[in-house]
């Protein structure tokens, strides 16, 4: 599948030097650098386009675009893979609510997305998989878990054996009981009949009356949630027989900790005989006025609509960044008018003949970035920054800032 136009990303100048990038890992429960490497393999979890882009989306691939961001500063490469669930329960139930076909329906959510990222100055990922499109591999890689030995069928239903794998639930930490409650309100099914353990996790749904269905070695059906992105993960990032894990980065929201991270990466395991990833990064979940933004209480804030009502982009931006990415957070209004004006005192600093001097502040923000991506303390330095330059600070030109700007943080000026 397309992604969307590529980023144009302005070089920073040699004499800046830039640490290894630390990030925390949900795993292993700390922050931890990541090894220096020439290419860095990343997974993020994309959306199931049946709505749009809300805040919550936008926080979630922005976290990631800065780490990508950053590591492309520091010289490396990076490969990038992002998915789309193109096919699972709620895309289904609502196209059906709504009377629209699925296809079209996930469709108008795609283009809307591409939007919002293209606005926001995100980096397309390398590639950009559709479940549909990817079913060959998804289906060759339940074959392999079923040559494994770790699936059984109920009814015609396939599932995964989650012990298969004897560091199940290392990576997220959670007791049995809080297991079972989250993996039931997350698509899971613990108390279907037949199942050798509640958790044990769909990989392959027999076709039911009404619903699309693909062929397979177990039938015509389709796949689970969690087999999709480990298949397209270790199919398009190819990973590293040399490496210690298969990837280096799985990332998602933090509500994809349990159980979509854990079952994917112990199903990686099983598939690729190692840890599947070396950190796995978790943003956190933005609220509005201090409520949870969900779906069901209709208060999701849409990014489309935003700029649509005239909010710059890189305002949304800059406002997302006032908080640390792994906190649940809150937006407001009252947040993003102040990131316009801080926005617009930016851009006229920038503009300045002469602005205060910008190395400190550029030293600044990659230390700021390096440290888990500590966007607060990065904006912090910019708005010093600023009211140095409003206040007749001199001796440098804005060339240096306004390209670190764009090529750490994002922030196109
Ligand atoms: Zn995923």
Known sequence: MNSWATVAIPPLDRRFSLPELSLWDTASLGKRPLEKKELYRIYVCGITPYDATHLGHAATYLTFDLIHRYLLATGSRVKFV??????????????????????????????????????????????????????PLVESSIAKLSEAGTTYLVDDDLYFKVHSDSDFGSRSHLSQEKMLEIFSERGGDPARPGKQDPLDAL???????????????????????????????????????????????????????????EMSAVQGKILEGREFASHYVHSGMIGLDGVKMSKSLGNLVFVSKLVAAGSDPMAIRWALMESHYSEDRSWSSQLLEEAEVWIIRLRASLSMMECAPTDGVIDEIIASQSDNLDTVRALRS????????????????????????????????
């Open 203 to 261: 990989l392959w749904l027999a076709h039911r009356p009404g619903e699309p269905s693909w062929p397979s070695r177990n039938g015509d059906g389709r796949p689970g949630w969690h087999i999709e992105c480990c298949a397209i993960a270790l199919n398009y990032l190819q990973p590293d027989e040399s490496s210690a894990t298969s990837i280096d980065i799985q990332g998602g929201g933090s509500d994809l900790i349990f159980p979509h991270h």
């Open 82 to 135: 992002q998915n789309i669930t193109d096919i699972d329960d709620p895309l289904l139930e609502r196209a059906a609510r709504d009377g629209q076909d699925w296809r079209e329906l996930a469709q108008s959510q795609i283009d809307l997305f591409r939007g919002d990222m293209v606005n926001l100055h995100i980096i397309p990922p390398d590639h950009y998989i559709g479940v549909v499109e990817a079913m």
């Open 382 to 413: 910019i708005k010093d920054w600023i009211f140095a330059s409003e206040s007749g600070s001199s001796g440098s030109s804005a060339g240096e800032l306004s390209r670190a700007l764009d090529s750490l943080l994002g922030l196109a000026i």
